[in-house]
């Protein structure tokens, strides 16, 4: 049975750039027998985090703040820079009291992608530094996301502050002080001790969340797709806008392995909780961008898997980082 739970996990991992889209369109086709999962999606969240706080120790975060500047990098690409060109970007096309533009700009706040931690792996970044951003960044965001949709938009849209804060609390900021705690308790074995099964299952349950939040949206979707027009081509620059930030870090950054792990932590959100916050608390109209970014996001993940590949025989690369013709990084 664990080896089934392991290959299964293996197979979702390797194809989940096409699990993703697939499950968003089977939850517009069958859009009304999944809707009533709706309440089920903050507790298959909830789970989701508590899996991926389970694989990192106090001693990953400790390390990660010993590198202030790969973090301070991701912050600022996720929560600064990519918010303001959202916002700037969306206003142009639609004005700042669109929905949409609320949309652009939520898909920039949320935290960092736990899927990106995959891409980092397979693409030889530092593992440890992204797991570790994340789960900050997830640990943060009942103050981040508040602040940054207050900061863009004040009261032109009602918002309840204080009950955001305390639902991400507890969906995100208390599964994952658990997840964290777990895995010291059991000095770091539960996360491979239960991988056969928690592995496959915690994907499931965010292809699941993906799935149940697309049936959600499907009938306002359908009465807007005139604007998908200009929607979606909004959207492709956004989520490449993400992907450049992140990969401009070469010029301040000399290691590949940050590098890697700057470009797809800037570039991936944590599209699942974008779709829980827009349908939770804002028009059904701003989860349409963050809809459109899941079938976007994991695509462009592989077109920057293999321009990270390019890079190092790149000769300006091999200028910024100092790396001689003739030698090999250690990672």
């Known amino acids: 049975m664990s080896s089934f739970g392991i290959r299964l996990n293996a197979v979702i991992e390797k194809y989940l750039s096409l699990f993703v889209p697939v499950c968003l369109i089977l939850g517009f086709l069958f859009s009304g027998g999944l809707k009533g999962g709706v309440p089920w999606v903050p507790f298959l969240f909830a789970y989701l985090t508590f899996v991926m706080a389970t694989g990192c120790s106090w001693a990953q975060i400790r390390q990660a703040f010993r590198m202030p500047m790969p973090m301070l990098i991701i912050f ?7 918010p303001v060109a959202a916002y700037a970007l969306g206003t142009a096309f639609f004005g700042s ?3 949409y533009v609320v949309g652009f700009v939520l898909f920039t706040v949320i935290p960092l992608g736990v899927s990106s931690i995959i891409w980092i792996g397979l693409s030889k970044g530092s593992v440890p530094l992204a797991l570790s951003m994340v789960v900050l960044d997830s640990a943060l965001s009942p103050f981040v996301i508040p602040v940054e949709v207050s900061l863009f938009f004040g009261a032109d ?13 507890k969906i995100i900021v208390v599964p994952t002080i658990l997840g964290v705690m777990v895995n010291e308790l059991s000095k770091g074995t539960f996360k ?9 299952t915690s994907k499931i349950a965010m292809i699941t969340v993906v799935a149940i939040n697309a049936a959600a949206i499907q009938p306002y979707v359908m009465q807007m797709k005139n604007d998908m027009l200009v929607v979606i081509p909004l959207v492709v620059v956004m989520v490449v806008f993400c992907y450049l930030i992140g990969f401009a870090s070469m010029f301040l950054l000399k290691e590949k392995e940050l590098i890697v792990a700057v470009s797809f932590s800037s570039g991936m959100r944590n599209i699942s909780l974008g779709l829980v916050l827009a349908l939770a608390y804002f028009e059904p109209l701003t989860a349409v961008p963050v809809v459109l970014s899941i079938l976007i996001q994991q695509p462009f993940a592989t ?29």
């Open 97 to 99: 009291q669109s929905p």
């Open 192 to 200: 491979s001790w239960s991988a056969p099964f928690c592995a496959p």
């Open 76 to 82: 600022a690409a996720a929560h600064v820079i990519a």
């Open 157 to 169: 849209i009602e918002f309840d502050h204080v009950k955001v804060m305390l639902d991400l609390i």
């Open 303 to 331: 077109l920057n898997h293999y321009a990270l590949k390019k890079l190092e025989h790149t000769r300006l690369y091999k200028k910024l980082t100092r790396i001689p013709q003739n030698e090999t990084l250690r990672y």
